[in-house]
């Protein structure tokens, strides 16, 4: 808890995968990894429950012994590379208001693809969200790919996707992106406002960018290896 407001983190893990098949439970290291993320959930000062929402058996073995609460088998329908992630996350506080009659005040989602996430960015996440006030909380990371040095193609000529002077990187403000980590918003927003953040009103709390990795492809994959070979390493 947080200022006694019942708190549930959600991790969000359905068993099928087009571009890396199988990759929540994938070997990173010496363990898969959605438990990377399952610890970072656990160690949390301010989450009372981690869940794991799942279609997949053996998602939900692992996710169990890694110290994750399973309440249940996702169903089929929201199982699909479709489905949208809020009613993945409503049907998971459904659940747990109806059959276990425990009804958090705050969500927090943490994707399972994101194994650099640490206990003390979910904290920084919740604690920023109470002590702003605003809706959601999200992590964010810096930008380097510039949007001034974009340029869309029209036939064969470049034409610059912002209408700016060009100028020098350390010339222009520090711009950020959602890393995929951490959402954090008030339950109210995600079961009325069908959001998973309000990006009308939100706070933002930033990582660096080599624990910002979000896995989605191989060579995703082989980027947080070389990371954790490099942290070994260190």
Same mark, same amino acid.
């Given at each position: 808890m947080y200022t006694g407001k019942k708190i549930l983190l959600t991790i969000p893990a359905r068993g099928g995968s087009k571009r890396l098949p199988g990759k929540n439970i994938k070997m990173l290291g010496?363990?898969?990894l959605i438990a990377y993320v399952i610890a970072a959930a656990k160690a949390s000062k301010y989450v009372d429950r981690v869940v794991v929402s799942?279609?997949?058996e053996e998602i939900a073995r692992i996710a169990k012994e890694a110290g994750a609460e399973v309440p249940y088998l996702r169903p089929a329908e929201l199982a699909?590379?479709?489905a949208p992630v809020v009613d993945v996350l409503q049907h998971m506080v459904r659940y747990m208001q109806e059959s276990e009659g425990y009804a958090p005040d705050v969500h927090v989602l943490v994707q399972p693809t994101t194994p650099f996430v640490l206990s003390a960015d979910i904290d920084r996440a919740i604690e920023t969200f109470f002590?702003? !006030? =605003?809706?959601?909380c999200v992590s964010v990371c810096e930008v380097t790919e510039r949007p001034e040095w974009m340029y869309q193609l029209q036939g064969s000529m470049a034409v610059p996707f912002v209408d700016t002077p060009a100028l020098r990187g350390q010339d222009l403000p520090p711009l950020f992106r959602?890393? !995929? =980590?951490?959402y954090v918003t008030n339950v109210q927003v995600l079961m009325e406002k069908n959001m998973v953040f309000d990006n009308t009103n939100c706070a933002a709390t930033i990582m660096p960018p080599e624990r910002s990795v979000d896995i989605d492809t191989a060579l995703d994959f082989s980027l947080a290896e070389q990371l954790l070979s490099a942290q070994g390493e260190k």
């Open positions: 010496n363990k898969p799942t279609d997949d699909t590379d479709t002590t702003t !006030g =605003a809706n959601s959602l890393n !995929g =980590a951490v």
